[in-house]
Structures are given as C-alpha cells and as structure tokens.
C-alpha cells in the first residue's frame, strides 16, 4: 500500500469507531428525546454519561452511521437498565401472599388492585382485596364493585376503623379461608406528606408484606424521580405499577422509576377496564421513549445481515482494487435481503420524502443491474476490465440480460468510476446506475 492509502485506510478506519466527535449529533438527540420523554433531568444526565463512555471506540456496523450505532446502544443500555421482562411477583411457599400497594391518589391503586386480582385469577390463585382507604367513603364503594366485577371477595370495616387494624384484620380473615394473595389497596395524599408516609409504613410494618408495590402515573413526568425517592427512602419498595401508558405519554417515568429505586416495573396500565393489564417490556418501553422505533429497525437489520469478517474483506479488496462484479452483486443482494428498497429507505431520516415513483425506479434499476451481472461469466466478474475493451462479450450480456448494449456500457462505466472513487474516498459513493441516489 502506498502511503497516501494507508492514511486513507487509518481515516476510514478512524469512522468505522464511535468516537466523541461523530455522535455529537446523536448525543444531542439521545438527550432531547429523553427530556421529550419526560425523564428526570439528572437521571437523564446520568445515563448519557454512562452510555457515552461504554459506547466510545465500540465497532460501527458496514451499512449505517456511527450517530445510528450510538443510538442502538443506548437503546440496549435502556432496556438493561430497566431490568427484566415480567419480573415475577413474590409468591410465598406458605400463603398468603402479601401484596401492598402505595402511591398518590389518582394514580390507579384500587384499580390496579382490581387489575392485578384478576391477573393472578387467571393463574388459579385466591385472592381476597383489602380496603384501608378510610378517608373517602367512595374509595371503599369502589374497591367493593370491583370486586364484584372480578367475583373476589373484599375485606372492609367501613371508614370508621384504623387501617392498621384493617389490614391485621384482613390478613387474619385471609389465612382463615386460605387464601393465596392478599392485596391491600391504602390510601394516597395529592402530594406527599408525612400522615400518608407514617400510615402507610405503620400498616407495612404490621403485615410485612411480601410485595410493597409503588403505583405511578405514567403522566407524572418528570416527578417521577422525586416521587420514588421519598417512597423508597421511608417505606421501601420492591416494585412499581405504571398506570396509564394508554396516553400519549412517552413513559419516561418507567427509567426514572427504575434508576432512583433500582426495582423492577412489573406491570403496565392500559386503560381504565380490569382487563387492561400488561407486564412490562423494557424494549418496547425503550423505543417508546426513544421514540425512534424505525431508526432501530433499520439497525437491526443491518446488523442481521451484514458479516463484520466479510465487510473487513471487502475493504480490503477495494484498497486492492480487486473489488469485483461478484463481490458488487454481493453487496446488492445484501441490501434487497434488508427488505426492498424502498422499505429501507423509508426507514431513513430525511428519505421518507422520495415518491413513490423514485423508488420504484430504483427497485427497478437494481433489477436490471442484477439480471446485466447475471449474465457475466465468472471470469468477466472477476475482472470487469474485459467488458471495457470487448464490444462482443457486451453484446452478448446484453442479450442475456434483455436489455441494451447502452445499459451494459453503462453499467461498466459507473462501476468502473465508481471502483475509482471508492479507492479515493473510502466506501462512499453510490451504486452505479443508480443516478446517484445515495444508499
Ligand atoms: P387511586 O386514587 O390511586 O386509587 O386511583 P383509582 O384507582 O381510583 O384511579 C383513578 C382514575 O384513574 C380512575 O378514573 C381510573 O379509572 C383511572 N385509571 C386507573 N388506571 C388507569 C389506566 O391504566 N389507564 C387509564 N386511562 N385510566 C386509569
Ligand atoms: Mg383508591
């Protein structure tokens, strides 16, 4: 290699690494989209840093851009980050199990309560409710109707007795009829306050429960953080519901949840039914709040489909120049495999904006492209410098391939420049005959 392309080499190279500098664009977005998504300013500022510093000098995929590598990996960092799919619930070998929920009012409590009775119906277990919102009259009414609904039986003393008592009540009553899961709806505050805290953990410490369950407003945003903090600091949690992910929140309270407690979401809320119950899926949740789904997929794909040994090989061939039509039908068929091509160019930023029309001549051109190759011997594929000087072996493709001796002079034209231009510049550079669409 002369000198000149072995400094284009290390350059090329240099690119194909995350560096601080060519994901600048991606840390800012990354940054914005979290902040969209609602997750607390210093969580936020946290997890870039982490994920910037793991992410540095990582390999970037042959096909996409380092900003899109960077991306992949906080999404991966995400989804470690928020933990497990369906973490488990506590079940005690020698029931009942204990179930307490916490949390704001409005949030969802006593119909997550509801929720979750008929969740774990489903899997053959008794559960009996146990109401100790003495506070509104209403909360006990409805804990009573859902409990019709579901047909599971609700322990209640009315709103004249202590919830502390309650609860050792209901525990009582449930180990009486042997039942599996006791569930113990509380009462929540507008904001916190030290009443709640002090009669939430005074019932807690009374029933000892297996499952101290923090019930959250996917809305509340970026209180979220704070929120968790004073519940896990003076009542300890062991887990968190997140209710409402039926609104267009992004759900950014699920990261934050997750990183000031360190305990797994376990389930979702969706909607105000006592069906409307979901376990938690920390990748979706991460696209969720990302909210760059297709930008991922693109990814994915590219990942799946392109070998790292052979994109290095193929590198090296074109510094050789010993890039061929096989190896160049190689590369086409690697991106028809990544789905058509207009698929795959509706996934990029910016490219969704071609019509129709433009994209179908693309596919078609490809098509062409692949059925001129197709007629090439194996020789001719290996050194495409044949086609340029013999105007019969042209004649002959075109035949083969139905279509003009124009398009084959072309077709050899463009890959020729192209070959060229690669050597120059790295990989860059379009297809050949693709009117320089960029790909
Ligand atoms: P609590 O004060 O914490 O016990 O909250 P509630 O269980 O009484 O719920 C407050 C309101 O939120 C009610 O109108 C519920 O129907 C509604 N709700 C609860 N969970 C969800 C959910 O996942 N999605 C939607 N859209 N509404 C919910
Ligand atoms: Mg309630």
Redesign the pocket.
């Known amino acids: 290699l002369s000198e000149r392309l072995e400094s284009a080499w290390k350059k090329l190279r240099g690119q194909n690494k995350i560096s601080e500098s060519n994901v600048q664009d991606a840390l800012k977005e990354v940054r914005r989209a979290l902040l969209e998504a609602d997750v607390n300013l210093q969580v936020t500022k946290k997890f870039i840093e982490e994920v910037r510093s793991k992410a540095l000098g990582a390999e970037v995929v042959a096909g996409v851009s380092p900003d899109q590598q960077f991306i992949k990996i906080v999404h991966e960092e995400l989804v470690v980050l928020m933990g497990e799919t369906d973490a488990p619930l506590a079940h005690r070998e020698n029931p009942p199990t204990i179930i307490l929920m916490a ?10 309560c509801a929720k979750l009775a008929l969740h774990l119906q489903k899997q053959d277990r008794t559960v009996l409710l146990v109401a100790t ?1 003495v506070y509104r009259p209403a ?1 006990v009414d ?1 804990l009573i109707t859902l409990g019709k609904q579901i047909n599971v039986p609700v322990f209640e003393k009315g709103t004249q007795a202590d919830p502390v008592d309650i609860a050792r009540e209901g525990l009582a009553q449930a180990q009486a009829d042997q039942i599996d899961t006791v569930i113990i ?1 509380t009462a ?1 505050r507008l904001q916190i306050d030290q009443d709640m805290m002090g009669e939430l953990a005074a019932v807690k410490a009374a029933v000892q429960p297996d499952e101290t369950l923090l ?1 959250v407003d996917a809305m509340t945003g970026q209180e979220a953080a704070n929120l968790t903090r004073s519940f896990h600091e003076q009542i300890g949690i062991t887990g968190a519901i997140l ?5 267009d929140t992004r759900g950014g309270a699920a990261l934050s949840i997750r990183q000031v407690s360190g305990q797994p979401i376990k389930f979702v ?4 039914k006592v069906e ?1 119950l979901q376990p938690f899926y920390p990748d979706r949740m991460a696209s969720r709040i990302l909210g760059m789904g297709d930008i991922l997929t693109l990814v994915e794909k590219a990942q799946e489909e392109v070998d790292l040994a052979d994109a290095a090989k193929m590198q090296q061939k074109i510094l050789e120049a010993s890039f061929d039509f096989t190896d160049f039908l190689k590369q086409m068929r690697l991106l028809k495999n990544m789905g058509s091509l207009g698929g795959v160019m509706k996934l990029i930023p910016g490219m969704n904006k071609l019509s129709t029309d433009q994209l179908q001549q693309g596919e078609q051109q490809l098509k062409r492209v692949e059925a001129m190759i197709n007629s090439m011997t194996q020789e001719e594929r290996r050194n495409p410098d044949l086609l340029s000087s013999n105007p019969s072996r042209r004649q002959r493709i075109a035949t083969g391939s139905g279509l003009k001796v124009a398009d084959v002079s072309k077709l050899i034209a463009d890959f020729t420049r192209m070959r060229s231009m690669m050597q120059q510049f790295g990989m860059g550079g379009g297809l050949p005959g693709m009117g320089g669409n960029p790909l």
């Open positions: 949390g704001l009012q409005g949030t969802g409590k006593t119909t997550a919102d909360a409805q709806d929540g019930v209710t409402k992910m039926d609104g809320g969706i909607g105000e409307a």
